[in-house]
């Protein structure tokens, strides 16, 4: 299968040039001014950005909770994933207690095999950290799974500072990388409490049971983790500027400190929990003020975020009213795996935060370098794996759950503007998105990665 990409405007993180792209076979075989040969299908790129495939490092798809599982599966989320121009997800595989990471790893191919319309891979998630799981590392690694995460928080998957410790250092040793979603349990705990007995049970109340601070000193505490390991540490979904000081600080102390954040924390603030469906901005870390947002914006432009996941963990409107009213038991998490390359194209290149090159290093490149599949993927090249995204920064139009492919009924964007969209995508070398629709469903394959490419060494 021969694709032809012609007219486009090539983006890489080190500078952007007219050129065509060839695609046989799920490579790429050349990119020149012009290229004159019969292709099985041609892609007018006129007016076009083409990127290195987008990659979402940060999704939940088809996981169970206690009390739900999360409305998208492999088969909506990666269809609306591969529609807002994401070629490759990276989800959380998620060892329960009782659970062998080999049993959450077959547990998630199973849930993805046959049913992903973009690539995937795996993060392996862990409640527990003994020796029996350690024992498994190597294993995971020998089968594509190079990065985990672990939890401060969730009282089901919560893990101790000295397990972080040991975990960190010994993935270091092996290259690979450790997230740790970053909050002060008891500290949020007590504010809950505090809260319930002021009265206050609305979704407002989540953001103050949850302030910056409390995400700051896990964040802090990380970092002075990884600084006595000597290994590095990912902080994941960074939502505030108390946190981006801590990484600046620790790094200024020779921590190598991976910062990843997300859309909603450039775009959305606090006040979104004062609407009447303020529970579908129930997520953790809470959305925060506008100060928080400009920083995440200038944190991005001047290098001090590695990458850009969504953290999509979706639930309908029914889902979320399992809180019965009640912030501390909605489901936590919101929809967005759709939506990220067009927010961060409106809201952070044509706000002029970023540049387009930064965008490519932001959604795609940075992100296969960190997690073992550059240059593969994650860069527009000769022999790259041909997962193209080609982006029209011309098409106004305004995101809702009703034109998503999110499998849910609201959308933490809705009625937002954005100025761009994804028009086609190719995925291993098909054309899966034309015009904006998906055409050609289930290409997406197992990503296996190798191990990080640390950048800040
Ligand atoms: O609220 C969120 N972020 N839900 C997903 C789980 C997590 O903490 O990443
Ligand atoms: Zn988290
Ligand atoms: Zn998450």
New binding site residues.
Partial sequence: MKVLIQNGTVVRSDGTEKADILADNGVIVRIAPKIACEADKTVDASGCYVFAGFIDT???LDLELTSTTTADDFETGTKAAVVGGTTTVLD?ATQDRGMTMQDALDKWHRKADGKSSCNYGFHMAVSEWNEDRKAEVDSMIGQGVTSFKMYMVYPAMRVNDGQIYDAIRYAAERDCLVGV?CENFDLLNARIKELHAEGRFEPMAHADSRPDIVEAEGVARLMRIAELADAPAWV??LSCEASLDEVEAARGRGVEVYAETCPQYLTLDKACYAQPDGEKFIMSPPLRLAHDRSAILNGMSDGMIDFI?T?H?SFTMAQKALGNGDFADVPN?GAGIQNRAELVYTYAVKAGYITLEQMAALLSENAAKLFGMYPKKGVLQEGSDADITVFDPDCPHTISWKTNLHNVDNSPYEDVPVLGGTKDVLVNGELVVENGKLIKPYCGRFVFRGPSTRTRK
């Fill in positions: 940060h999704t939940h959380f979603h994941v979904h996941g953290d963990c998490g």
